[in-house]
C-alpha cells in the first residue's frame, strides 16, 4: 500500500495582505511549507516579472559566445545549429534559427536520426557542416560530452560553441565557448535550465551586446515553454518565469505551427502547463521517436498556415501509431518481467528484439511507476543492446551505472533517466551489477509514497482559496499542483461511473458536499455504500464550467476506507 506522507511542514501561518489583496491562511501555509516564506517571496511567486530573469553573462564563457556569434553574423558566415531530436532540442532549434536569420545569418540546421545516430553531437552533423560550408556549429542541448566530435570539427577549421544543459563528464571538449550552468565553477544563480532555456539566455545576452530591443525576443517564449515542460525540468525560479509567460504567448502565437497544433488538439482556452507535458509535448516528440524530428522542426519554422496543419495532423498520426507500439512493448515487457520472477529486483532489467528502441523510454517510466522501482528497457540486435532508464525518487540512475561502466559501451543522462549502449552478451551481467549497487540503499527507498501539502477539511475550501489555487500555474516538477489530505470524508449521493474507467460521486465533510471525480479508480465503487462508507483520500481543487455556470470539483487521486469511528 503507498504511504501517505505530508511535505515539509513550517509552524501554521495566517491570513497576509499584499498590494491590498487578502492571501487566506490555506494558500500561506502551502507556499511556506514549499520555502516561499516571506511577503516579498510570495509576491514574487504570484507575479514573477521578465524583469528579474538572471543576467546571462554570468554563465562561465557567455562573452566568448557572443562574441563569435557576432563575428559570424558581421562575416555572413554559414552557421549550423545542431540539435537533439526531442522537443526541448527542436524548439532551441527554432529558437536560434529564427533570430539568427532575423539577424541577417544565413543558417542551416542538423537534426541526427535518433535510430541511426543516437543522441549527441555527430560526426555526420559535422560532416553536414563542412558540406554546407559552415564555419561555426551552435549546439542546443548536446555538446558538452562531445570531446572527440569538437576535436574533429577544430581540425577542420570549424569552430563550435555548445549550449548545453546536461551535466558534463570529467573531460570538457576545446569549443570555443562552453554553455551550460551546470558546469563546475559556473557562476550562474540556476542551474536547472532546459536546453532551450539555454538557447534563450545566449540570445537574451546577444540581444544586451547588440542593443536590440528584448521585447522581440519574448515574442519566441512560446518556444521555450513547450521545450521546458516537456523536458521536466523544474517549473521554479527562472523556468517558471519562462514558462508562465510562454504560455501565454502560445494562446497569442502568430505562428502557424502553434495555431495548428491548437487547432489539431481543440485547446483553444485554459492552456496550462499539464497540456503542453501531456498532449502537445508527445506529439512533438513522437516524429523522433519513430522516424526523424525534422517535421516537428518544420511545424515552427513554416509561415504556410495549409503546411501547418498538414504537419499538425501528420504528427499526431505519429503519436498515436506511437502509442500502439508503446502499449504492445508495455505488455511484453510486464510479461516478461512476471514470468521471470523479477518484479521483486531492486533495479528491473528487461530486453527483448524488435522492441522500437524510440519508445522504450516511455515504456521504462510505465514500469518503473508500476513496480515503483528503478527500470531499464533494452532493444536487442544481432550483437548490440541499447537501452533506456528510468528511475524513481532518491536514486540517481545516472550514478548507478558508474560502478558498471566497464560494461558499456556508452552510456549518460541525469538523475532520472539515462541512455544506454552495450553489447548484448554483458546484459545479463549489467543486471547482477546494477542491483548489487542498489542494495546499499535502505528498502525504504523502493517504498512508494504519495505527498500532499497539508489536511484540508472541506468547509475550508472558500471561493478565495479556489481563485488563489489557479495562480499556482504553471505546475509540475517541483512545483506540483496543491494536493490535501480529506479525512473520513462522507460518500454522498450516487456513484457512477463514466467513460467505463472513471468514478464520479460526491464527498461531505464538515457540513459541506462537492462533487468529487476518482480517475481511473472504477472498480472502487464495488467497495462503496451511499451513506455509510468513509474514506480519507488525497485530492486537488479544481473549478469547472457548465452552462455557463463555475462549479468547484475534488479529483481524487487516491483513496481508502477511513478507519476513523463514525
Known sequence: MTEWSAKKSVPPATDIEIRGKRIPRVIVQILQNRGYDTPQKIEEFFAPSLDTLYDPFLMRSMDKAVERIIQAIRNKEHVLIHGDYDTDGITGVALLMRHLEKLGTHVEYYIPQRLVEGYGLSMAGIQHALQQKCSLIVTVDCGITAVDEIAYANNHSVDVVVCDHHKPKESLPLASALIDPKLPGDAYPFKELAGVGVAFKVLQALYNNLKLPKEELYIDLDLVALGSVVDVVPLIDENRTLVKYGINKIVKSQKDGFRALLEETGLKRGLTAYHLGFIIGPRINACGRLRDAREALELFLTDDKAHAAKLARNLSQDNTKRQEVEDAIYNEARRLIEQAGRESDRVVLVGK?????????????????????????????????KGSARSIKDFDITEALHPCAHLLLK????????????????????????????????????????????????????????????????????????????????????????????????????????????????????????????????????????????????????????????
Open 353 to 385: 528484439e524488435g522492441w522500437h528502441e524510440g519508445v522504450i523510454g516511455i515504456v521504462a517510466s510505465r514500469i518503473s511507476e508500476d513496480y515503483y522501482r528503478p527500470a531499464i528497457l533494452f532493444a536487442l540486435k544481432k550483437d548490440i543492446a
Open 411 to 566: 552510456y549518460g543522462g541525469h538523475s532520472q533517466a539515462a541512455g544506454i549502449e552495450m553489447k548484448r552478451e554483458n546484459v545479463s551481467e549489467l543486471r547482477t551489477c546494477i542491483n548489487k549497487y542498489a542494495e546499499q540503499f535502505d528498502v525504504k527507498v523502493y517504498k512508494k509514497r504519495s505527498y500532499y501539502d497539508l489536511k484540508l477539511d472541506l468547509d475550508e475550501i472558500t471561493d478565495e482559496v479556489v481563485y488563489f489555487l489557479k495562480f499556482f500555474e504553471p505546475t509540475g516538477t517541483a512545483n506540483p499542483q496543491p494536493v490535501f489530505y480529506g479525512e473520513n470524508f462522507e460518500v454522498v449521493g450516487v456513484p457512477r461511473v463514466i467513460a467505463d474507467k472513471h468514478l464520479k460521486f460526491a464527498l461531505r465533510n464538515k457540513g459541506k458536499a462537492l462533487s468529487a471525480i476518482a480517475y481511473e479508480q472504477a472498480e472502487d465503487i464495488l467497495n462503496i455504500e451511499v451513506g455509510k462508507t468513509r474514506i480519507d483520500c488525497l485530492y486537488s481543487v479544481a473549478e469547472d464550467s457548465f452552462l455557463g455556470k463555475k462549479k468547484v470539483v475534488l479529483k481524487v487521486k487516491e483513496m481508502r476506507k477511513s478507519n476513523i469511528d463514525k
